[in-house]
Structure formats: structure tokens, C-alpha cells
């Protein structure tokens, strides 16, 4: 495999403490040397002058349909997506059809993915058969396959005691359970965020109670077991509130946020329709800055996409009848440096924590650092860099995004996975 320099650049990686202008040597898919003027021979220079070099982002929550959702997304379209946004990790959630409930499953989705090739892939298993809430699936199995978490994601886990089960399972295995906190008895029928907006809409509105009833639940069960506990796309004041406070009793919990939940109000439904429409919804700005402070203090750990296309034709139906979900991958990081790092919220090293160092940590996989013998996973980036995203360009088989047009600060330009350049920006 041809060896790599990648010369001249930042190296913000804040889990061994580096922030320097350094150069890096990749040779076999690992990091061979890092240094000042490693003016040595290498097969390509990558010259990273006025750039961020960062360890490779992993998204914790995509969703790219295949099988059984090809019209939406296909694996190498999303796979591409990923690596156009900086990610070289995506962990697929298990809500395809079927469902990633067994270990046939989960092999033939690794080995689909790795006949592609462009990012790795981690699946995250069902936590019950079918996603269903009624039996617990085989964690020890799926974990052996390759899964590194399980959610039933789409929906919550269905009951406390299934939840307890799953928690004292995925304990014993190390692995974290996450959890799409919904109760559905409060969610029923729901399409915005409840409030002004969906009243003026006539819409039927989703309390934030639906999420912190599910969250509080969980804590409970996750302090009982022991396990840990992920909390997917956390949303609402409360919901920060009550992992901030589980995290003073020693809970083992840790949370992600969406980009569009710290960008976006349930005001852009007015604007963009079921562009904007996602499950959670996008909630109050008192919401947004709660999220906000939620990221600045560390209460959340991660930023994740929850990448969801869907095809033209579904987004295309009545704001009540359009499925939940926007795309994500190739957003991500132009939202996070424009609304994130360049206000001054965030220091780039704790984007570099929110998108790789902390998912790294949270799946149990030794990614997420730049040190001599690491896997080479590298993200390029442009911090200054003005672009406008533009939805028909995106890699992704769908269209479903409310930023189109948008004008960001801060773009991905390349991409190196296990030492080998998956993607190059080149305009
Ligand atoms: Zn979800
Ligand atoms: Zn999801």
C-alpha cells in the first residue's frame, strides 16, 4: 500500500494532548511517525498547510436503509456520503428491513460494507427481535458477529423490563445500549415539537415530556444494572438536565446531540416543511441553547447524524403523512464549525472530541487519536473555508435536507481511511 505524508497541518488530537503544526507518516494503514518537518520520501504528499488534521470522525447513528430501503439510500451511497462529511467510522442502526436482529444479518451487512470499502462500518443490533419490545435478541451472539451496541432505534424499547434485561445483558458484554427516548403514549399521532408552531400548523404537537419520561425511566433502570446507557438525539431542556444530574450520581450515561437539534428551531417548519420534520422534532430555542450549554459543559458527549434519507416521493406527502428524518453526513461539520466553533462556543479541540475522540469511546474502538501505531483514520479539514452545500450534489441517494443553499464556514477536504484517501474535496 503506497505510504502517505501529510504535511504542514494542525494535529488536533485532544486524547493524547496534541495541538500542534506537525507532519504525519502513513504507511500500511497506520500511523508511523508524527513530527515536526518529516521531510522524508513517502508514495503522496497530502500538503495540509492552513489546515485542521483531526482523528477520523465516527458518526454513532446513521441510518442507510439497505436492505429493504434502496429507493432512500443504498450502503455505498451512504458510505460515500460519509467520507465526502469527514466521517470514517458510521455506526447503521438496525431499523432496515429486515431488521438487523441476528447474526446472519449482521455479517452480511460487515461483509457488504467491506466489499465497498470508503468508511468502516460498526452496526449497532436490535435490542429485541424484530424491533418489536417482545424478546430480547442474542446479545452475546451479535456481539461476537461484530455489533458494538443495540438499540431499537425508531422507536424506544418497549418496557421497563425488557429494558432491564437488554441493560443486564449488554453490561456483562461491555457494550452500551442506546436509546431512542419516546413514550409513544405521548407521542401518538405527533408530527412538530408541541407549542406555538404546531398550533399555528394544526398540527399535533410532541411534548417533551414523550422524551424525558423514557430518559427517566432508563436512568433509573441504567443506575440499578450498572450498564451504560447512550441517550440517541437528546433534545429538550430536561432531557440535559437529567443527564447532567445522573452523571453527578455516578450513572453510567452518556448522550449525543444532531446538528439540527442545535441549529434549528420548530420554527424552520414553517420554512422548510418535512425537510424539517424529524423524530424528535426540532424543539423551542430555549431547547436550543439548552442543548448548546449541554455540548460547552460536556453534559453531552458526541455529535451524531442520525443520517436519515428518504426518497423524494415520501418527503413529497402531507406534513402529517411524510416520514420523520433528514440527511446528515455531509452537514455535519459545516454546521458544527459555523454555529459551533467559529462563535467561539467550542474550541476545535472539543469538536474534534464531540465527532471522533468521544464516539470512539462510547462504541469501545481504539480510534479516535492520531499517535504513532494508531490506525490511520485521518479527517482534513478547512476551518475558513466559505461553501454552500448544495443537496444535489450530496452522495447520498436522497434529498431530504433543510440546509440546502445554506452558507457554512469550515468544509472536509479529505478523508484518509485506514491510511488510504477515501475522499478528496476538489473545488
Ligand atoms: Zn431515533
Ligand atoms: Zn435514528
Redesign the pocket.
Known amino acids: 500500500m503506497a505510504s502517505l505524508l501529510i504535511q504542514g497541518g494542525r494535529v488536533v488530537s485532544p486524547a493524547n494532548d496534541l495541538d500542534a503544526p506537525l507532519d504525519l507518516v502513513v504507511e500500511e494503514g497506520l500511523i508511523r511517525e508524527i513530527g515536526p518537518g518529516l521531510g522524508r520520501r513517502a508514495d503522496r504528499v497530502v500538503d495540509a498547510r492552513g489546515q485542521v488534521v483531526a482523528p477520523g470522525f465516527v458518526d454513532l447513528?446513521v441510518?442507510l436503509r439497505e436492505p429493504g430501503g434502496e429507493d432512500s439510500e443504498t450502503l455505498e451511497a451512504g458510505l460515500a456520503a460519509a467520507v465526502a462529511g469527514g466521517f470514517t467510522a458510521v455506526c447503521p442502526?438496525p431499523?432496515t428491513s429486515p431488521v438487523n436482529d441476528r447474526v446472519e444479518l449482521t455479517r452480511a451487512l460487515l461483509n457488504h460494507a467491506s466489499r465497498i470499502g470508503l468508511a468502516r462500518v460498526f452496526p449497532i443490533a436490535a435490542v429485541s427481535m424484530g424491533s418489536e419490545g417482545e424478546a430480547l435478541t442474542d446479545f452475546r451472539a451479535l456481539t461476537a458477529a461484530g455489533a458494538v451496541a443495540f438499540s431499537d432505534?425508531?422507536r424506544p424499547v418497549k418496557t421497563a423490563g425488557l429494558m432491564r434485561n437488554a441493560m443486564e445483558s449488554a453490561r456483562e458484554l461491555g457494550v452500551p445500549v442506546i436509546e431512542?427516548c419516546e413514550d409513544p403514549s405521548l407521542t401518538a399521532g405527533g408530527v412538530v415539537n408541541e407549542g406555538p408552531v404546531a398550533d399555528k400548523l394544526g398540527a399535533r404537537g410532541v411534548p417533551a415530556a414523550s422524551e424525558e419520561v423514557c430518559l427517566a425511566r432508563d436512568l433509573v433502570l441504567a443506575e440499578a444494572t450498572g450498564a451504560h446507557l447512550h441517550v440517541?438525539?437528546l433534545s429538550t431542556t430536561g432531557s440535559v438536565e437529567l443527564v447532567r444530574a445522573a452523571r453527578r450520581r455516578g450513572i453510567h450515561v452518556t448522550a449525543e446531540v444532531t446538528p439540527h437539534h442545535f441549529v434549528l428551531t420548530d420554527d424552520a417548519v414553517l420554512q422548510y416543511g418535512t425537510n424539517a420534520k424529524m423524530n424528535p422534532p426540532l424543539r423551542s430555542a430555549r431547547d436550543v441553547d439548552a442543548v448548546l450549554g449541554g455540548l460547552i459543559d460536556g453534559t453531552i458527549d458526541a455529535v451524531a447524524t442520525?443520517h436519515?434519507p428518504h426518497a423524494s416521493l415520501l418527503k413529497a406527502r402531507a406534513l402529517s403523512e411524510a416520514p420523520f428524518?433528514v440527511t446528515g453526513l455531509e452537514t455535519a461539520l459545516g454546521l458544527a464549525m459555523t454555529f459551533l466553533v467559529h462563535p467561539g462556543r467550542i474550541s476545535m479541540g472539543q469538536l474534534v472530541t464531540f465527532l471522533s475522540v468521544n464516539p470512539a469511546r462510547i462504541i469501545n474502538r481504539p480510534l479516535g487519536r492520531l499517535a504513532v501505531g494508531s490506525a490511520a483514520d485521518v479527517t482534513i479539514l478547512d476551518p475558513d473555508r466559505d461553501w454552500v452545500y448544495r443537496v444535489e450534489e450530496s452522495r447520498s441517494k436522497s434529498r431530504n435536507s433543510p440546509f440546502d443553499g445554506w452558507k457554512l464556514k469550515g468544509c472536509v477536504k479529505a478523508t484518509i481511511v485506514a491510511g488510504k484517501l477515501e475522499y478528496e474535496r476538489t473545488t
Open positions: 447513528h441510518h442502526m431499523n432505534d425508531g431512542h440517541a438525539h442520525d436519515a428524518g
